[in-house]
Every structure is written in structure tokens, then in C-alpha cells.
């Protein structure tokens, strides 16, 4: 009963309870909701297809040129993905803290979670997808790659432990965070390879993780692929948990404000 | 047995930090006594059922809860518009740890409820009586100690109404209540003590009569 069960386990519970309800909306929301997520990477993957054929002349990079863009979409994808849906979740489920049992960090990891899972799921399609259509897509050095998608995935949780906090108690925080995703876009070498770039650039573009992880992502898939010196597993992972245990940090200290309504 | 111990609460504004709306209250609750909270709107009658409920924090002071307590059912709180009556009747039960024995929940809340297909209808398609005769019996189908009910229970049409009367009334023995409602009529036939909020402080009355009539004393002076 309610007054012997345990923290853990009414935890466990919570959890359980909010990530069926999450999964049962985002999948069954609307009309074929779950052919969306999935036509979503896959059209964004032919767009940037059809349009860099047409100005990549003569640049060889050791990968093939689809399975060089479908590293960094995904790996991209599932970092933003998760940060914003995450983010998202303390103001989309402002009913539920009617239940003394659901806490705003409850909310916001699992919809991390089952970000991570749905994005797991699309990723897993997309590749078996390109391997039927003949593209040799098995990775070479699988562990790595698992690594730095999971690092992607704790990065992003641990963005939108931050960001849920920051835009419950700043709301244009929120909107200002949307738009920063733009240029993370162009400055994370999803559609181009950084290797092409001047070192001056270079060296600034270093410091950003996103880039370093699909780097290290691709060249992981493909050990023939020509990738920028001073790629780091260690500086992606220092963000990742460094960035969790803050948002963390700032749902333990902001706890109360974040029930006020 | 719930001891609310010089509990203050304020709230947060757009403009900084708010007026005190609850100034230094005590009160104890005793165990299967149910309670009638009266007061002008504003007076912080839905603020102390959220604090009660344990959904929020008073800024200073303390609440016990030596009992199991109820989310406190008000209008919207606690269902997703977006999903059925069903799911939502499943996500309280998972919470509340009856993840073994949902079935029999779901049955009870179907047939307490009264809703027939549209328990299969998502939530935003239902009228406010709807709505509320689904939290009644969501709340219902959980053993309790102590249910916490904002404006809800007075809803849904007159058989509803003699129906949820006779369940508090068969389970008067076991659970109290603690009401906010506007109707008189309701509070007398659901509460045997009242507790008058004005001016930030609570006033405890052993009668729900005592309390109805100080309240409208004090509204006819101003």
C-alpha cells in the first residue's frame, strides 16, 4: 500500500507509468504518428543526397557519401531530439504534478528515455534500410560507435535536464534555445567534412563535441575515412556528464519553484 | 490524522514575489473527520487542498500526513486531454503501485463512472460532469484515508450526486474528506466540521453550520 511502499518504488513506478503514457502519445498520436518519425531522417537524409551530388565534385572521403551523412544526421538528430523533447516535457505534462508521486525530473528522464529508444529504433531501420539497398554500413568498430551515440544521448538528456529547468523559470529561455540548434547544425560537420576546412576555422570548430562525436562516429564506421586530427572520446564524454549531473543538480535546487504554477 | 503546523504561502509573480496568501495556519485534522473549507474566492482555499495534497510547499511551516491522502481532485488536474479515460484510469493505477491489478480498477472506474463508450473517448471530448464523475471515481477506486476534493465532487447531475453521497457515506468509518465547494447544500450533506479561511488564517469549526454561518456574517458586513 501507499504508505509502506518504499521511494525506489514508487520512483519505479512513476517511471513506468509516465514512459507508457509518453510512448502511447507519441506513437499514437494522429494519423500513422510512428511512419512520421521515421520519414523524418529518412527525407532529411535524401534532401541533403540530392543536393550535395550536385556540388561534390572530385572530394573523396574514404565513406560512403550516404552513409557519411546518415552518422551525422542520426548522431545530430539524436542529440537534439532529445534535448528539446526533453526540455518540452515539464510544461507538456504540468497536469500530472497533480500526483504528489510525479516530480518535473520524473517527466523530463523519461522522456529523455524513450527519445533515446525511439531514436535507437529509427536509427536501427534507417541502417538495415541502407544495408538492403546495398550500402555496406557495418560498422567497423561497433563499440565505439556505441559509445559515442550513447554519449550523444546522455549529452542531450543532459541539455534538456538544463534547458527544463532554465525555460519552466525563464520561458524565452526556451525560445532562444530553439534557435541556437540552427547554427549547432552547420557548426557540427553534419553535411560537410571538417577535414575540408582551414585550420584556423578548424580549431574552433574542435571545440564544439557534437562535431568531434560524429567525427569519431564515422571514422569508427569506415577506419578508411579521412577525419581531423585531435578527435577526443574523453572531451565528448566530459560534456555529457558533466552537462547531466548539472541538470541534475539544477532540478534539486529548483525543485520547489518548479511546482509552483 | 493530517497536522497542519503554522503553514505560510506565497506565490511567485510576474512581478516579483507575491502577496501572503496563507499567513501562519495550524489546524489538526483528525482521522475519518470530514472537513468543509469556506471562504471568499482568493482566500486560498484551493492552495491549502494543493498543499494538503502535497503537490506544493508552504514557504514556511510544516503538513503531516500521517495517513494516506488523495491527489486533490479539481477541474483538469490530473487527466491528459489527448488520451482515453481508460489510459488515464491505467497511468493513476501504475502510480498509485496497483500495476498487479488494473483490471479490476478499470472495472470499477468504468462502472462508478457511468461513462459507457466514452470511457474509450479521449479526455478533451468530455463535458465537465464527465470529466468530473471520472475522477471521482478514479479516486474511489484506491483506498484512502483521507479524500481531498476541489469543487469536484458536487458536479455531475442529481443521480450522480445521491450516488457519490451514498459511497462517502458507506465509507464514513474507514475515510475522511476534505471538501471546497460553493454549494451549501453539498458541504452540509458531505462534512460534519468546517474550517473558515479569511485574511490568510483559518478558523476551526467543530460544526460545518457554525462555519457557513460565520462566513456569511462576514461577507454581509462588507
Known amino acids: ?261 | 490524522m493530517i497536522v497542519v503546523e503554522d503553514v505560510h504561502k506565497r506565490y511567485q509573480t510576474e512581478h516579483g514575489v507575491g502577496k501572503w496568501v496563507l499567513k501562519g495556519i495550524s489546524f489538526t485534522i483528525p482521522p475519518r473527520l470530514s472537513v468543509g473549507l469556506v471562504g471568499r474566492n482568493g482566500a486560498g482555499k484551493s492552495t491549502l487542498l494543493r498543499l494538503i495534497g502535497g503537490v506544493d510547499t508552504p514557504n514556511r511551516g510544516r503538513i503531516e500526513r500521517h495517513c494516506r491522502v488523495s491527489w486533490p481532485m479539481g477541474f483538469g488536474g490530473g487527466l491528459q486531454g489527448s488520451l482515453t479515460g481508460r489510459q488515464n484510469a491505467k497511468f493513476v493505477s501504475r502510480i498509485h503501485g496497483h500495476e498487479a491489478d488494473i483490471p479490476d480498477r478499470l472495472a470499477y472506474v468504468a462502472d462508478f463512472s457511468e461513462l459507457g463508450d466514452a470511457f474509450d473517448q479521449p479526455i478533451k471530448t468530455y463535458s465537465s460532469g464527465m470529466r468530473s464523475r471520472l475522477q471521482f471515481a478514479l479516486s474511489l477506486a484506491f483506498d484512502f484515508d483521507v479524500y481531498i476534493s476541489d469543487e469536484v465532487t458536487a458536479a455531475g447531475d442529481a443521480s450522480f450526486k445521491a450516488k457519490a453521497a451514498a459511497a462517502f457515506k458507506n465509507m464514513a468509518d474507514r475515510a475522511g474528506l476534505i471538501m471546497v465547494s460553493h454549494g451549501e447544500g453539498t458541504l452540509k450533506q458531505f462534512c460534519s466540521a468546517g474550517i473558515w479561511l479569511h485574511d490568510g488564517r483559518a478558523d476551526w469549526f467543530d460544526d460545518i453550520n457554525d462555519a457557513l454561518r460565520a462566513y456569511k456574517e462576514s461577507i454581509a458586513v462588507c
Not at chain 1, 534532401?47 to 551530388?53: C, D, G, K, Q, R
Not at chain 1, 517527466?107 to 529523455?112: E, M
Not at chain 1, 550500402?135 to 551515440?149: A, E, Q
Open chain 1, 1 to 261: 500500500m501507499d504508505n509502506i511502499r518504499s521511494s525506489a518504488s514508487i520512483t519505479l513506478s512513476v517511471w513506468n507509468a509516465i514512459f507508457l503514457r509518453e510512448a502511447v502519445s507519441r506513437v499514437s498520436g494522429g494519423r500513422a504518428a510512428w511512419v512520421w518519425l521515421l520519414v523524418e531522417p529518412v527525407a532529411h537524409l535524401t534532401i541533403l543526397m540530392v543536393v550535395l551530388s550536385t556540388v561534390r565534385h572530385g572530394i573523396t572521403l574514404g565513406i560512403d557519401f550516404a552513409l557519411f551523412l546518415a552518422v551525422g544526421i542520426l548522431g545530430y538528430t539524436l542529440f537534439r531530439s532529445t534535448a528539446l523533447r526533453s526540455m518540452a516535457a515539464i510544461s507538456a505534462n504540468r497536469a500530472l504534478f497533480a500526483y504528489r508521486q510525479v516530480k518535473p525530473v520524473d517527466v523530463v528522464l523519461v522522456r529523455a528515455f524513450l527519445e533515446g529508444v525511439i531514436q535507437l529504433f529509427v536509427g536501427l531501420i534507417m541502417f538495415a534500410g541502407m544495408l538492403l539497398a546495398g550500402f555496406d554500413v557495418v560498422p567497423y568498430d561497433p563499440l565505439t560507435v556505441m559509445l559515442v551515440y550513447g554519449l550523444f544521448w546522455l549529452f542531450g538528456t543532459g541539455i534538456g535536464l538544463m534547458l527544463s529547468v532554465g525555460s519552466t523559470l525563464i520561458p524565452e529561455l526556451g525560445k532562444v534555445a530553439n534557435i541556437c540548434f540552427i547554427p549547432l547544425y552547420f557548426v557540427s560537420g553534419v553535411m560537410f567534412p571538417p577535414v575540408l576546412l582551414p585550420p584556423e576555422v578548424l580549431d574552433w570548430l574542435l571545440l564544439n563535441p557534437i562535431m568531434q562525436g560524429v567525427e569519431l562516429a564515422r571514422s569508427s564506421f569506415s577506419p578508411s575515412y579521412t577525419t581531423v586530427t585531435g578527435l577526443d572520446v574523453g572531451y565528448v564524454a566530459a560534456f555529457a556528464f558533466a552537462s547531466f549531473f548539472f541538470g541534475l543538480a539544477l532540478h534539486v535546487r529548483f525543485a520547489r519553484r518548479l511546482l509552483m504554477q
